[in-house]
């Protein structure tokens, strides 16, 4: 610790706090994840699953892991600084994220997210614009494996996860008292509703509009499933509904998702066929103004 330098808190998690710090020895910033540990011995093990996974999943699309320590009854890990913050931040308002710049998200998020099945048999439980992070760069990262696991013959052990995003199957299986009735594919369900969610600039299912949580949930379970704004294009609905098949054999797997011509057609236009830096650019701009107003709102009401 007397090596960082505390900046922002960017952050806090069901466990603990997320700050920006500076390495003093080297300059680097970094997002550093403090954990408390008055935890019982699952937790601790999810906490140490996730530095084991981080150290080998070496993967452009995957935030990169610095280190991690101790002290007393924390534990400290250090991560790469995603310097423009999560999906959720960039958004602002109905269609405010072109589709070439929304194909390119998605495109990313889908390769991290198969690396992690693939490669290292884990499924990350908790996709939600907020766990998918993008620089000034444009570079985009999944990050927050806390809540991952083992994948054991397909199907997860645990439940774990954002209960607002989960899968109709997992919903269900919560409240049967049925775990691990899910698989992978649960993970693809909330995807797509991560894409709606960024293309409509509200969370989908508002809790402002259900009576309770169990009606919202029973939404979830028994609705139609959320569908893209008419303003992107056919292929780019047809992806999404794909993603938000209601039985989960009948969702898209990584493979096909990575086969759809929507994806393909965001391949096609290459590195520089998508002005990422510029977007994430005039997003935080746009950010910083509504801020701004809000502010000076505040302060007349106030005055």
Not at 53 to 75: D, K, M, N
Not at 142 to 151: A, E, I, K, P
Not at 190 to 218: D, K, R
């Amino acid at each position: 610790m007397d090596d960082l330098e505390l900046l922002d808190e960017l952050g806090k998690g069901a466990y603990g706090t997320v700050r920006k710090v500076r390495h003093t020895k080297t300059g680097v910033e970094m997002a550093m994840k403090e954990i408390r540990l008055e935890l019982d011995d699952a937790k601790l093990n999810a906490i140490i699953m996730e530095l084991d996974i981080l150290h080998r999943a070496t993967e452009p699309q995957i935030v990169e892991f610095y280190g991690a320590f101790f002290i007393e009854s924390c534990v400290y890990y250090c991560m790469e600084f995603m310097d423009a913050g999560s999906l959720e931040n960039l958004y602002d308002g109905r269609c405010s994220v072109p589709e070439d710049v929304l194909a390119r998200i998605v495109g990313k998020t889908v390769r991290g997210l198969r690396f992690l099945k693939d490669e290292l048999q884990i499924m990350h439980r908790d996709v939600k614009p907020t766990n998918i992070l993008i620089n000034r760069r444009g570079e985009v990262k999944l990050c927050d494996f806390g809540v991952s696991g083992q994948l054991e013959k397909s199907l997860a052990k645990t439940n774990i996860g954002c209960q607002s995003y989960m899968a109709p199957e997992r919903i269900k299986g919560e409240y049967q008292n049925m775990l691990g009735t899910y698989t992978v594919a649960s993970d693809v369900w909330s995807l797509g509703l991560s894409i709606v969610e960024t293309t409509m600039g509200t969370y989908p299912y508002p809790p402002e509009t259900y009576s309770n949580v169990f009606a919202q949930l029973q939404a979830i379970v028994h609705g139609d499933p959320p569908q893209l704004p008419d303003s992107y294009s056919e292929t780019a609905r047809d992806f999404v509904a794909r993603c938000l098949e209601k039985v989960p054999s009948r969702r898209a797997t990584y493979a096909q998702m990575l086969e759809h011509p929507w994806l393909l057609g965001d391949e096609a236009r290459g590195l520089d066929g998508v002005d990422m830096r510029g977007w994430v650019k005039q997003a935080l701009m746009r950010k910083a103004a509504r801020k701004e107003r809000e502010r000076e709102q505040q302060n007349d009401a106030a005055a």
